[in-house]
């Protein structure tokens, strides 16, 4: 008697399994036909070691984005050393789960060597050899993978808060047109590629301003560029919806397509002063700044639950000028927040948990598009 009723439970819960497993509806295949939803993928991940990770990545994500095998210092990190194991394995990846795949990224003023700008004495490079260093290095990373990276994140962040150009050593030495170069060198090495410029910051109204007039530039000069990856480092409260609304719009405007390259929603505080993503900036440990380190409280879930929906909710309506969103990490016991700006804290920016578990921010992402599709 015992046994069968062992017997008749097993089976049922194995069906409760299965039928659940079927309902449960993943992002990609929510966002199918949509645009493409993926997530930044680490070491761990890309390795296999992290088996929970890629999981997820594997069930969920349509698309992958490198968050730092691509960087040049890992990838480069000496004049005639190329590190390209673990890109290697991270485009076998995207390949074996038929992914869209991006590359992250070719030239960025952070995480690129000295070396990079210096001859053989350590004295400044002249502006031709520094772009032959350029198209080097952009034509050996993007000729390796042509055909099989189907975007790259072509230049990063070189813009200020003003909306005027950084002075980037890129900029010191070759002057404002290395943009112009570095995406025409991309082309050049795979013509079929979109290739992208990237930044944080986008939807304020300067930086927006500075973007739009860098954008036009470059399309005047016939620069293959198609796509603008708004990072997407945001809080609860910022940018607000009609910001990132006007972006996007924006942009489009201009001919190119929108990737929400790098999306995270910070909880904790942060001095608004301090609102962007310049990944230079560092602030003291202060417990005060960690306070959610034994758990995240019911109403800030709730309301970085409600902040995704609304920031989706954007993203749908302009649909046919987004090629993608994606996440900067998996779980949020991968992201980045948890060491930037403050080093050591618990953040909680991302869809799924600490465990790998799909958090209520999850379902209002999958509510959002069927919301979508009754209006
Ligand atoms: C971050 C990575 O997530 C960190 O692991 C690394 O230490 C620093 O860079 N903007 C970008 C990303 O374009 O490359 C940055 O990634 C986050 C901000």
Known sequence: MLKRRFQVSAALLTACVAVSAQQT?????AYRGIFHVGAAINEQQIAGTDTLGTTIVAAQFDTISPENVLKWERVHPSPDTYNFAPADKYVEFGEKHHMFIVGHNLVWHSQVPNWVFQDDQGKPLTRDALLQRMHDHIF??????????QSWDVVNEALNEDGTLRKSKWQQIIGDDFIEKAFEYAHQADPQAELTYNDYSLENEA???????????????????????????????????????TAIAAFAKLGVKVA????????LPRDPKLFSADVSLKVKQDPKLNPYANGLPDDVQQALSKRYADLFAVFLKHRAEMSRVTFWGVTD?????????????TSYPLLFDRNGKPKPAFDAVIEQEKLAVKQ
């Open 333 to 345: 016991k991968d992201s980045w927040l948890n060491n930037w700006p403050v080093p050591g804290r």
């Open 260 to 267: 929400i390259s790098e999306l995270d929603i910070d909880v």
């Open 140 to 149: 050996k990373v993007v000729g390796r993978y042509k055909g099989r990276i």
């Open 25 to 29: 509806t993943t992002l990609k295949d």
């Open 207 to 245: 930086k927006l301003k500075g973007a739009l007039v860098l954008v036009a530039r470059l399309k005047a000069h016939g620069i293959a560029i198609t796509t603008v990856g708004i990072q997407g480092h945001d809080s609860l409260a910022h940018p607000t919806v009609e910001e990132e609304d």
